[in-house]
């Protein structure tokens, strides 16, 4: 069965660097668009970022960009979102999603098939 398992979330201090990383299993993990959300409590998903198959081409909300980047090894089934200068409102629940074959429409959840259990970034000082 498909798993998505993130890790390496926890506390971090403004202006500090997280590396999440999620690992893949059950399916063809080089074939599928794959993304990272995240939720604040009360609050709806934000989407954060995605990456196409291969890994040539990938995308970032505005509020992220030029601090976030994500990336995939696809030899080690393998999803990961390098988080640097964090702030404040960069703390939530991230997730990891893999989507539909063929799928890239980003912030449409229904594009999504499978999801993580999330790990907590929390970035406080």
């Known amino acids: 069965q498909v798993q998505l398992v993130e890790s390496g979330g926890g506390l971090a201090q403004p202006g500090g660097s997280l590396r999440l990383s999620c690992a893949a299993s059950?399916?063809?993990?080089?074939?599928?668009?794959m993304a990272w959300v995240r939720q604040v409590p009360g609050k709806e998903l934000e989407w954060v970022s995605g990456?196409?198959?291969?890994?040539?081409?990938?995308y970032y909300a505005d509020s992220v960009k030029g601090r976030f980047t994500i990336s995939r090894d696809n030899a080690k089934n393998t999803l990961y979102l390098q988080m640097n200068s964090l702030k404040p409102e960069d703390t939530a629940l991230y997730y990891c999603?893999?989507?539909?074959?063929?799928?890239?429409?980003?912030?449409?959840?229904?594009?999504?098939?499978?999801w993580g259990q999330g790990t907590q970034v929390t970035v406080s000082s």
């Open positions: 990456i196409y198959p291969g890994g040539s081409h990938t």
């Open positions: 999603g893999k989507l539909r074959r063929g799928g890239s429409a980003w912030s449409i959840w229904d594009e999504y098939e499978y």
């Open positions: 059950g399916f063809t993990f080089s074939s599928f668009a």
